[in-house]
């Protein structure tokens, strides 16, 4: 099994290292990690560090020897996923699996159709949970590089990201409009590839011109349509394993 992975500030590169506050309190407190134990230390943007557990003090402080020190490439290609923003806690459930699944940048997108709206207080309040759900999904599918989540966006502001990618795409399942499989679609060797994912009601007629004009082409996942807060996870599944980041 691999070692459980904790977050810090800063990875250390050698010797001795304290990881105490909550961190500090979850190995000790709910891991019940004991000496002799192996972990791994992590910023969460791609540097880590292999530790060996020396001692457990008190509820909340794991004493850890350094042993190796490593920081993972940056992939050749970058899956971002913007999401419409979905009802309830559906959008928390949509972060932590595509970022078990290894989506690269998650966008939330204040579509037409949304019926949750982010606004004030409780965007900011929505976006934190976001955030946080997908820090401790990279934790415990044992990344050590986290999907960042980004401001939430309009329509309006999402065109330049589509237009800068190496390929924008839409997923948008209606017999009535033309659409390609992205199981064959033809990919990037390299740079980043954007998939929207539309609300419940899916894509508007205006959205989809707007993200047309900036470069973006519709693309099915497969013969049903999928919800929203899974259907992200399920194309990024498909791009990760044809960009072979899956194998």
């Given at each position: 099994?691999?070692?459980?992975?904790?977050?810090?500030?800063?990875?250390?590169?050698?010797?001795e290292y304290v990881?105490?506050?909550?961190?500090?309190?979850?190995?000790?407190?709910?891991?019940?990690?004991?000496?002799?134990?192996?972990?791994?230390?992590?910023?969460?943007?791609?540097?880590?560090?292999?530790?060996?557990?020396?001692?457990?003090?008190?509820?909340?402080?794991?004493?850890?020897?350094?042993?190796?020190?490593?920081?993972?490439?940056?992939?050749?290609?970058?899956?971002?996923?913007?999401?419409?923003?979905?009802?309830?806690?559906?959008?928390?459930?949509?972060?932590?699996?595509?970022?078990?699944?290894?989506?690269?940048?998650?966008?939330?997108?204040?579509?037409?159709?949304?019926?949750?709206?982010?606004?004030?207080?409780?965007?900011?309040?929505?976006?934190?949970?976001?955030?946080?759900?997908?820090?401790?999904?990279?934790?415990?599918?044992?990344?050590?590089?986290?999907?960042?989540?980004?401001?939430?966006?309009?329509?309006?502001?999402?065109?330049?990201?589509?237009?800068?990618?190496?390929?924008?795409?839409?997923?948008?399942?209606?017999?009535?409009?033309?659409?390609?499989?992205?199981?064959?679609?033809?990919?990037?060797?390299?740079?980043?590839?954007?998939?929207?994912?539309?609300?419940?009601?899916?894509?508007?007629?205006?959205?989809?011109?707007?993200?047309?004009?900036?470069?973006?082409?519709?693309?099915?996942?497969?013969?049903?349509?999928?919800r929203t807060s899974t259907a992200?996870?399920?194309?990024?599944?498909?791009?990760?394993?044809?960009?072979?980041?899956?194998?």
């Amino acid at each position: 099994m691999t070692a459980p992975v904790f977050v810090v500030d800063k990875v250390p590169g050698g010797g001795e290292y304290v990881l105490d506050g909550a961190e500090g309190r979850h190995a000790v407190s709910v891991k019940r990690l004991r000496a002799d134990e192996r972990v791994t230390l992590t910023d969460g943007a791609g540097s880590w560090a292999d530790a060996v557990v020396v001692a457990a003090e008190g509820k909340d402080r794991l004493v850890v020897r350094v042993t190796a020190t490593a920081t993972e490439d940056e992939p050749a290609v970058r899956i971002t996923v913007v999401q419409a923003l979905p009802k309830g806690d559906r959008g928390e459930v949509a972060v932590e699996t595509m970022t078990e699944t290894g989506v690269d940048a998650i966008v939330p997108w204040q579509a037409a159709r949304c019926i949750t709206q982010w606004k004030g207080e409780r965007g900011a309040k929505s976006l934190a949970k976001w955030r946080s759900t997908a820090r401790e999904a990279g934790k415990q599918s044992r990344r050590v590089r986290f999907p960042e989540v980004h401001e939430a966006r309009t329509t309006k502001q999402l065109a330049p990201l589509l237009a800068g990618a190496d390929l924008a795409m839409v997923l948008h399942e209606d017999r009535d409009h033309p659409s390609e499989a992205l199981a064959t679609a033809e990919l990037p060797a390299s740079g980043e590839i954007v998939v929207v994912v539309g609300p419940e009601g899916g894509v508007s007629p205006d959205e989809l011109a707007a993200f047309a004009e900036a470069g973006a082409r519709p693309y099915r996942l497969g013969a049903s349509v999928l919800r929203t807060s899974t259907a992200g996870t399920a194309a990024a599944a498909v791009l990760l394993s044809r960009t072979g980041r899956w194998s």
